[in-house]
Nanobody, 115 residues
Framework: QVQLVQSGGGFVQPGGSLRLSCAAS????????MGWYRQAPGKERELVAG???????NFADSVKGRFTISRDNAKNTVYLQMNSLKPEDTAVYYC?????????WGQGTQVTVSL
């Protein structure tokens, strides 16, 4: 059974930093895509950052230059380093892994950026 477990997140003041982690268990095939999504109240879930098996990455325009994404294939883990956080980054963040054409989601973690 595949399970994604997220860690990190929490409360931070504007300009601060947070790091999210997402580790998968039960996956025995290569993970083609690892990504982070977020959903703010009243808004649709959106892609924040993604990294492909070859190392190519993509980012939402709103986070370019502030967020970085990395993966550890040996640990089936993806990280999202978030710097220079803004109040508009406040949302529930979800990780998603894609392997053999199937999507798997983490449980979500709250990130709140506020004074």
């Amino acid at each position: 059974q595949v399970q994604l477990v997220q860690s990190g997140g929490g409360f931070v003041q504007p300009g601060g930093s947070l790091r999210l982690s997402c580790a998968a268990s039960g996956i025995i095939f290569s993970i083609n895509f690892m990504g982070w999504y977020r959903q703010a109240p009243g808004k649709e879930r959106e892609l924040v950052a993604g990294i492909f098996i070859g190392g190519n990455t993509n980012f939402a325009d709103s986070v370019k230059g502030r967020f970085t994404i990395s993966r550890d294939n040996a640990k089936n883990t993806v990280y999202l380093q978030m710097n220079s956080l803004k109040p508009e980054d406040t949302a529930v963040y979800y990780c998603k892994f894609v392997t053999r054409g199937r999507n798997y989601w983490g449980q979500g973690t709250q990130v709140t950026v506020s004074l």
